[in-house]
């Protein structure tokens, strides 16, 4: 299986496996820190990638720039027309593996190839086929804890959300000792282990989401920042290593606590995720992950605990302890769960820009933008699609309308530009982890990726927020095209919510490529006619009450110039980049850099 070639990424190896979902729908993939050195999971905040990293250095990308006012403009109007199109009803909200996937696959390849772009895929087409097996769990018998006479049986859906990726008809626990293990994290290098030898194969974990918030021992209202980063999240605290530290350990079920603060949404974001999942079929057909895996609200979690006999709070409390040790709560847990089953291919779409220059043009810069979102879901005030129009319409719109720039800039680029819309971002990162373990060109001749997800659809901005703010040569690239339009750039202001860890493109990051990834800016810009926290306010508001919820529909008041401004941006890296005389590069001590020096043969 071509996965398992000397230095790839295994994506079939429970202990090589990393990898995450932009949007923290229900958790689909087992993911591994131990695919790296343990120092290179704090070094998204010590070197580089991480939120809230040092900014990249003031150097200016040196490429032949044409400046950004001087090449083609990208037409807000006819962004919003796509988006109109592909997040309408008829979509279905553009679920893989239905007739919304069938519409939206065949609207972009109308549009690349109405445009002229040429196919991206070897074989002639506009498609790369991503095979994926689709897991519909329905409560078999409910989530029931037993302490002796006593029961507590957790209602399904408004308690306890939960699955099985098992590729089976069925999964279940029955009478599984129950130990609450604090926040799941073994850590070495920073001597932290919740478990500390605590025998919890077959059992039931009980964990708390997040990293473990440590006080700072020089003021304790502030966080340590020599402990897993301080306010930046590392990938420890995200719930997909909850789930792969307990499959490592033999554990039969993970069961997270939610807290909205921490997790940063609501319960009713994993409540909206009940309905089929996807992943890559493994050999193993998923058997080594837990039997079960799900979340609890947290009265249920105080109340499992007061049946146990002892206090939620005061264990917490001990739980931001290196002293701390997992704690049998001498209860047991019974649960099982019916898969349907059903396999599919699902589709990237692959198109591009070929280069002009014989000597280069088999190497390429790559844009993504993931297509899919929720699909037909639980309704929501009636309406139970989800159209997913800002996540990710408008993001597959913007590329729509790059590409078409780039068939006008004058002069073409040297090298080829990819443009590759993602299948099952949703759903854990499938269609790009796929690409990226089965590239249709090397990555060895790709130089960057950019990333584009949940644009600005609500005023133009004057600064632009980057997740892993100093990471590679690309924020030069960026910093130069943004300064030309009058902007700053600024890092990540929520580093606490681990956004690097969850679109597309670190798929790519993994693998080496150097990898660019923009957010909305916060400040209105003064054209706007807004005041200047109208932008916030708005981006706010969607986080709240839109996110991942039906509500997510093209509104009377977007104003898509500034969707068009941040395409401008990403338009001009690109082509810059494709036309420089040097490979951009990761910043020194950059977790990924060691990878790309070993594949680039400059």
């Known amino acids: 299986m071509g996965f398992q070639a000397p230095g790839l990424w295994n994506p ?40 809230g990293a040092a900014p990249a250095s003031e150097t200016t990308a040196t ?139 077959g059992k039931t974990i009980v964990v708390l ?25 590392t990938y420890y605290g995200r ?72 206090d939620f709070d005061a264990l917490k409390k001990q739980a931001l302890t290196r002293s701390f040790k997992a704690v049998p709560l001498g209860v047991t847990a019974s649960m099982a769960i019916h898969n349907t089953l059903r396999t599919i291919d699902s589709h990237n779409v692959v198109a591009k820009v070929e280069g002009t220059d014989a000597s280069v043009k088999d190497e390429y810069v790559i844009y993504t933008a993931h297509w899919d979102h929720l699909g037909v879901g639980l309704p929501v005030n009636g309406d139970n699609i989800y159209n997913g129009a800002r996540d990710n319409a408008a993001g597959v719109a913007t590329m729509i309308e790059v590409a078409r720039a780039f068939t006008k800039v004058r002069p073409q680029p040297r090298r080829s530009i990819l443009f ?53 040569d690309l924020d030069d690239y960026l910093r130069q095209a943004a300064r030309e339009q009058g902007r700053t750039l600024r890092a990540d202001p929520q580093p606490e919510k681990g956004f690097y860890y969850r679109s597309d493109h670190f798929n790519f990051a993994k693998q080496g490529v150097p990898s660019l990834y923009t957010e909305s800016g916060v400040e209105t810009a003064p054209s706007a006619g807004k005041p200047p926290d109208y932008l916030k306010s708005k981006l706010d508001d969607y986080e709240e009450h839109h996110y991942h919820q039906p509500s997510d ?20 890296v690109g082509y810059r980049v494709a036309n420089a005389q040097k490979y951009p590069e990761w910043k020194p001590g950059n977790e990924f850099k060691t990878k790309r020096d070993s594949m680039v043969h400059k």
């Not at 606590?257 to 009940?274: D, I, K, R």
């Not at 105080?302 to 146990?308: I, T």
């Open 12 to 51: 079939w190896n429970l202990r090589n496996r990393w990898n995450v979902g932009r949007g923290d729908r229900i958790p689909n993939m087992v993911n591994a820190r131990r695919a790296l050195p343990a120092v290179v999971v704090i070094a998204l905040l010590a070197g580089g990638c991480g939120r």
């Open 63 to 201: 490429s032949g720039d044409v400046p950004v006012a001087s090449l083609p403009q990208v037409d807000p109007a006819a962004i919003l027309q796509h988006v109109k199109v592909i997040s309408a009803d008829p979509y279905q909200g553009r679920a893989p593996g239905g007739a919304g996937e069938n519409l939206t696959v065949d609207y972009l390849q109308t549009q690349f190839r109405d445009m002229g772009l040429k196919p991206g895929n070897p074989d002639g087409t506009y498609v790369q086929k991503v095979p994926l097996v689709g897991i519909t769990g329905a409560e078999a018998k409910p989530l029931t804890f037993t302490k002796g006479s006593k029961t507590l049986a957790l209602a399904w859906k408004d308690d306890v959300v939960a699955w099985s990726k098992h590729v089976a008809d069925s999964a279940a626990i029955a009478n599984s000792d129950v130990v609450f293990a604090g926040y799941g994290v073994e850590a070495p290098e920073y001597g932290w282990d919740d478990f500390k030898g605590v025998d919890v194969k």
């Open 209 to 233: 989401i997040n990293d473990p918030p440590v006080p700072d021992p020089a003021d304790p209202s502030k966080l340590d920042p020599k402990m897993f980063g301080g306010r930046a999240m």
């Open 239 to 310: 719930w997909t290593y909850k789930f792969e530290e307990g499959a490592r350990k033999g554990a039969a079920a993970v069961l997270i606590v939610h807290e909205t603060e921490p997790a940063a949404y609501p319960f009713s974001v994993v409540q909206g995720n009940l309905g089929e999942k996807f992943d890559i079929i493994p050999p193993d057909r998923n058997m080594g992950r837990v039997n079960i895996e799900g979340w609890i609200t947290v009265d249920s979690a105080r109340k499992l605990f007061s049946m146990a006999g002892m």
């Open 420 to 472: 590759v819309m993602v299948t099952a971002e949703e759903q854990g990162l499938l269609g790009s982890q796929y690409y990226a373990v089965m590239p249709l060109h090397p990555l060895a001749k790709t130089l960057a990726e950019i990333n584009v997800d949940e644009p600005n659809v609500y005023a133009p901005s004057k600064d632009v927020t980057v997740i892993g703010y100093g990471a590679s």
């Open 553 to 572: 529909e093209v509104k009377p008041d977007w104003d898509l110039s500034g969707t068009a401004q941040d395409a401008q941006l990403v338009l001009a």
